[in-house]
């Protein structure tokens, strides 16, 4: 978890330890502060901002040709830019894409040394992550399809089809079906009523046209973002953290921009609700909060794990014994969740057939789940000696994870029972646990708990772990959205593309490519 940090400072040299163009400052505690910046006094980082969007744009160029592009593509099927899918057109396209994602990067740890150092505000951080995300919302999906699985199952129910029940193989509509992941032609949706809701609205307006559709659906998903955005201020200034480190991190971070943005993923409209929920719980607007996070919970069921630890929230803001306190919260919380999950399932047109459906995620097997990458891991050891079948290591591994999880999830919400701040801090650990101890983990799914995670104090050191994961958690699957995972020359370099990237964020030139004489150490 973050804790209060001491200080925080680059290495960099004098030239870029302050904003671009700006005279250097000495580096300023990371200490927590007010939900506002003072008035916007600093430089603002011209040239960091535009490295991004050079980045980004490099991004929506080479993702015409190396991203989740279409099967029929009316731009680039038999037209000037066709020669972009195939061959060398391709690997160009590629090497385009990469190079604009490290230009993001690159910029992203910039704008961190800027903000650790104190020398850059929150205004500054919000316009250049505006800067980023802005030409990504035109462009193909990039290290991901999901979004044509979204397409396709809000259109079932537009044509009479439970969407719990089948997958979009069944419509008649080559131009939505043929686009959709495989795996997920047959596979039923395992999202809630309240996503099916909105896919369903957007594939209404944009029927077969796939394009329109990807941009209105990222538009939609966008709106999460808005809502984190706005319950930033409010969340740091209950939980302690800095502004300007929370929205570098939480809006401005690669995670955000190229996986919940980019791709996009329906978790973002999720962590919206989630964000903007929890704030209101914590300002004491109980009822409505909680309506929020049945609303997350709406779009993927992983928002239920916050409901228990809201309600410990809600009991600490009433005036009687700690125990009539948390029955009184249960039975109005309960009441809320089931008016408000009720209405969004009647509005929606379906029943809780999302239920069984939650099984699909589990039929995916890579080892970034804790639980699947110890079963290969023994399975691997094992096939060493005799020739055996991998999925009894799966399968026990993924129950022992299981267990792991209901204990600390358990552990955690009983330690909450106090309320207040404390609870979302626990139920922060309790997100990022299932994120990982899940049968199946996706790399978008680590941003559950670190959207609100930013508001809390951080350690620049922390943040460099941070930043690690962050970059290797967009590398570990190809701009068409194929997992790399076992694709092991590549997983390796990067691992080390995002050490480096991590090392950048206290030192700029941490390979000393640049360097004349010793590179100054960074201040505690």
């Known amino acids: 978890m973050p804790t209060t940090p001491s200080s925080a400072s680059d290495s960099d040299a004098s030239t870029d330890t302050a904003p671009d163009g700006a005279t250097a400052q000495a580096a300023a505690p990371v200490a927590p502060s007010t939900p506002a910046d003072p008035a916007p006094t600093k430089p603002f980082p011209y040239r960091t901002t535009i490295l991004g969007l050079v980045g980004s744009l490099m991004i929506l160029l080479g993702g015409l040709g190396a991203a989740g592009i279409l099967v029929h593509d009316p731009i680039l099927g038999n037209g000037p830019l066709s020669w972009l899918r195939y061959g060398h057109g391709q690997m160009l396209a ?9 230009f993001v990067v690159w910029a992203w740890v910039r704008m961190g040394r800027y903000v650790l150092a104190g020398d850059v505000d929150t205004r500054s951080v919000l316009i250049a992550a505006g800067c ?7 462009a193909p999906p990039v290290f991901t399809r999901d979004v044509f699985s979204y397409l396709g199952q809000g259109t079932l129910p537009l044509y009479g089809y439970d969407p719990y029940e ?9 131009a939505v079906v043929q686009n959709v992941h495989e795996f997920w032609q047959t596979t039923p949706a395992p999202y809630g009523p309240m996503f099916i809701l909105v896919a369903k609205a957007v594939a209404w307006i944009s029927g077969s046209n796939m394009i329109l559709g990807v941009i209105l ?3 939609a998903m966008s709106t999460g973002i808005v809502l984190v955005l706005i319950s930033l201020p409010g969340l740091v200034r209950h939980l302690g953290g800095k502004l300007s480190v929370a929205t570098w991190l939480a ?19 999720m962590l919206g609700f989630l964000a903007a929920g929890t704030l209101l719980v914590l300002n004491r607007h109980h009822v409505l909060g909680i309506a929020l996070v049945t609303a997350a919970m709406g779009v993927k069921p992983t928002a239920a794990l916050a409901l228990p630890f809201l309600i410990w929230v809600w009991a600490g803001h009433l005036k009687s014994t700690q125990w009539r306190n948390f029955a009184r919260a249960m039975v ?5 969740f ?10 929606a047109g379906v029943n809780l057939g999302w239920l069984p459906a939650l099984r699909a995620p589990a039929m995916i097997v890579n080892w970034l789940s804790l639980p699947t ?11 060493f000696v005799v020739d055996v079948d991998k999925t009894p290591f799966i399968v026990v591994t993924r129950i022992i994870g299981a267990l792991l999880f209901f204990y600390i999830a358990i552990r955690q919400w009983w330690a909450a029972r106090h309320g207040g701040v404390e609870a979302v801090r626990r139920m922060t650990l309790v997100l990022f646990a299932i994120a990982v101890l899940s049968p199946a983990t996706l790399p978008w799914y680590l941003t559950w708990g670190l959207v609100i995670a930013a508001a809390m104090p951080w350690q620049p050191r922390q943040l460099v772990y941070v930043v690690t994961g962050s970059v290797f958690l967009v590398l570990v699957y190809s701009p068409a959205g194929e997992d790399l995972l076992y694709n092991w020359p590549f997983i390796i370099s990067a691992i080390g593309v995002s050490l480096l990237a991590g090392q950048s964020l206290r030192k700029a030139d941490p390979l000393r490519l640049f360097s004349v004489g010793k590179q100054p150490s960074p201040s505690p």
Do not use: C, K, Q
């Open 338 to 347: 089931v008016v408000t999950f009720g209405a969004i399932t009647l509005v």
């Open 166 to 174: 089948v997958g979009p193989i069944v419509l008649d509509l080559p």
């Open 217 to 219: 659906m990222r538009l």
């Open 251 to 269: 809006i401005a971070s690669p995670m955000t921009v190229v996986h919940l943005i980019g791709g996009p993923h329906n978790d973002s409209l």
């Open 132 to 138: 980023w995300i802005a030409p990504l919302i035109i």
């Open 332 to 336: 109005l919380g309960v009441s809320t």
């Open 94 to 102: 590629t090497g385009v894409l990469y190079l604009g994602f490290g």
């Open 373 to 383: 990458a110890v079963g290969e891991f023994f399975y691997w050891l094992t096939d």
